[in-house]
């Protein structure tokens, strides 16, 4: 059994910082790579970051919304996966999932075979 477990999420003004972090345990995945996506009320579940590794190399990508005030790491002994997220805006908030062991492109929800339960990110003006 595969569970993902999140935190960090919170409620914070706008220009403020967060850090949503993403444990893994169980087995171990078949694809490396873990993303953040988002979801506020009413609205499709949205890609936010993806981290891919190998042995040799790590490549991340952002959603443009969010390209350059977001960091997406991970900790490969803690089989953690962080979201540094700076200069908070209102439009920001959302529900945070973290995703792992993907099986198609990065960036559609759909082909995550695991999901976190999700933390709230409320930014306010």
């Known amino acids: 059994q595969v569970q993902l477990v999140e935190s960090g999420g919170g409620l914070v003004q706008a220009g403020g910082s967060l850090r949503l972090s993403c444990t893994a345990s169980?087995?171990?995945?078949?694809?490396?790579?873990m993303a953040w996506f988002r979801q506020a009320p009413g609205k499709d579940r949205d890609f936010v970051a993806v981290?891919?590794?190998?042995?040799?190399?790590?490549?991340?990508y952002y959603a443009d919304s969010v390209r350059g005030r977001f960091t997406i790491s991970r900790d490969n002994f803690e089989n953690t996966v962080y979201l540094q997220m700076n200069s908070l805006k209102p439009e920001d908030t959302a529900v945070y999932y973290c995703?792992?062991?993907?099986?198609?492109?990065?960036?559609?929800?759909?082909?995550?075979?695991?999901w976190g339960q999700g933390t709230q990110v409320t930014v306010s003006s």
């Open positions: 169980g087995r171990t995945f078949s694809s490396n790579a």
């Open positions: 995703a792992a062991d993907p099986s198609g492109s990065y960036y559609n929800p759909e082909v995550y075979n695991y």
């Open positions: 981290i891919s590794w190998t042995a040799i190399t790590t490549h991340v």
